[in-house]
Structures are given as structure tokens and as C-alpha cells.
């Protein structure tokens, strides 16, 4: 079975600094997704971001970006010029690549942004 | 504007009596699953279906029963015999599409005392 692994369960990120927040998995499949949710107080959940597994680029949204390191099996997510707004639990998550399979989150890893 | 809906909010049962969380999507969706949020615990499957009349068990199905009689409705029902049903339970959908990302509702916070 597939599994997500987070191993920052909180972070802190002084406000228009960088972050990054780790995220592993363990997988046999070669063909697979990534992905990085965000879930403010309000627990809505929202995309960040996605990345399929046969890209070798890394993708990018603004101020969003991650490290997909295929042999690693790593996905991390970078966050430049941190923002209040970005105060949030992260959670990264893991989809096989046919069908309608579910995804497999992590634990997730809570943001603060310090003023 | 196209969404899913959860209703309600917050639920209160009591010990023992069985109870239904509503999940209501108008994104012409094929898939839809149940999460299950837990302090520090991520996001943990209970069921999903891919198709109408069809779905399978998650990882943590023990005291959960579903249906799925049309496609925009995908109800969850915590039984009795969920040892520890008081947690936030989000519904998603998705298209058929391995990078479609799924589409999540507002979720219901159930309390059983």
C-alpha cells in the first residue's frame, strides 16, 4: 500500500520569508500524482498544487512551488514570500495514476506565519 | 455555481443511534469518497464509488455504510458500531482522471456524547 509520509508536523515561517515543507511516499507504481492541500481554520480544503510523475519539471503556482525528486521519492512544497493568509495545515497527498482511485494524504503539517 | 454540499455543519447524537451525513455534488462528477479528519491523524479514506451502484471499502470502513443510487449523492451513514464516530468528515468528487485533483466540501463536524 502507498503511504505519505510528513515528518514536520508544525512549522513556523517569519512573514515574506521562505519555507519549505517535506513530504515522502513510498510507491512501486511508475505512474502517479501530487499533490499539496492547504486547509485554513475554516477546514475547506483547497488545492496548491499538483505534479504528475512523468514531468521532469517542477511545478509552480505564484508563490507556490515544490521539489519532485522521482528517485527520492520526495515532493516538497516551497513558499516564497510567506503571507498571513498562508497560516494553514498542508497536506500532501498521493494518487495512482488510473482511474478514479482515491488519494492517500499525510498527516499533514501545520503553518504559522509570524508578523 | 457547481460545488458540493454538505449538510449539515455540526451534528450531536447520542451514544448507540445511527446517523446520516448528507454529500451533494452538481460538478457531473463520477467519483465521489468519504475522509475522515482526526487530530493529528490526516485525512483517512472510509469509502468510495466510481460509478453509480458501485463502491468499496477505505481503509477505516468498520461501522460506516454507504450508497451511491445517483450520481450527485453519495450519503454516509455512522452506525452504532463505530467505536469512536466524533470527528470532521469531508466528502470529495472527482472526475475520471488520474491528475484531477478531487473537489472537497465544507465538511460536518459530528459529535456523538
Known amino acids: 500500500a502507498q503511504t505519505v509520509t510528513q515528518s514536520q508536523p508544525e512549522m513556523s515561517v517569519q512573514e515574506a520569508e521562505t519555507v519549505t515543507l517535506s513530504c515522502t511516499y513510498d510507491?512501486?507504481?511508475?505512474?502517479?500524482?501530487l499533490f499539496w492541500y492547504k486547509q485554513p481554520p475554516s477546514r475547506q480544503m483547497i488545492l496548491v498544487i499538483r505534479?504528475?510523475?512523468?514531468?521532469?519539471q517542477n511545478a509552480t503556482e505564484n508563490r507556490f512551488s515544490v521539489n519532485f525528486q522521482k528517485a527520492a521519492k520526495s515532493f516538497s512544497l516551497k513558499i516564497s514570500d510567506s503571507q498571513l493568509g498562508d497560516a494553514a495545515m498542508y497536506f500532501c497527498?498521493?494518487?495512482?495514476?488510473?482511474?478514479?482511485?482515491?488519494?492517500?494524504f499525510g498527516k499533514g503539517t501545520r503553518l504559522s506565519v509570524i508578523a | 455555481d457547481g460545488g458540493i454540499t454538505q449538510s449539515p455543519k455540526y451534528l450531536f447524537r447520542k451514544e448507540g443511534q445511527n446517523v446520516t451525513l448528507s454529500c451533494e455534488q452538481n460538478?457531473?462528477?463520477?467519483?465521489m469518497y468519504w475522509y475522515r479528519q482526526d487530530p493529528g491523524q490526516g485525512l483517512r479514506l472510509i469509502y468510495y464509488?466510481?460509478?453509480?451502484?458501485?463502491?468499496q471499502k477505505g481503509d477505516i470502513a468498520e461501522g460506516y455504510s454507504v450508497s451511491r443510487e445517483k450520481k450527485e449523492s453519495f450519503p454516509l451513514t455512522v452506525t452504532s458500531a463505530q467505536k469512536n464516530p466524533t470527528a470532521f468528515y469531508l466528502c470529495?468528487?472527482?472526475?475520471?482522471?488520474?491528475?484531477?485533483?478531487?473537489?472537497f466540501g465544507n465538511g460536518t463536524r459530528l459529535t456523538v456524547t
Open positions: 464509488s466510481q460509478i453509480v451502484n458501485d463502491f
Open positions: 497527498a498521493y494518487r495512482r495514476g488510473s482511474g478514479n482511485t482515491p488519494l492517500v
Open positions: 460538478l457531473n462528477h463520477d467519483a
Open positions: 470529495a468528487s472527482s472526475i475520471r482522471n488520474g491528475n484531477s485533483p478531487l473537489h
Open positions: 505534479q504528475e510523475a512523468y514531468k521532469q
Open positions: 510507491t512501486s507504481e511508475s505512474d502517479y500524482y
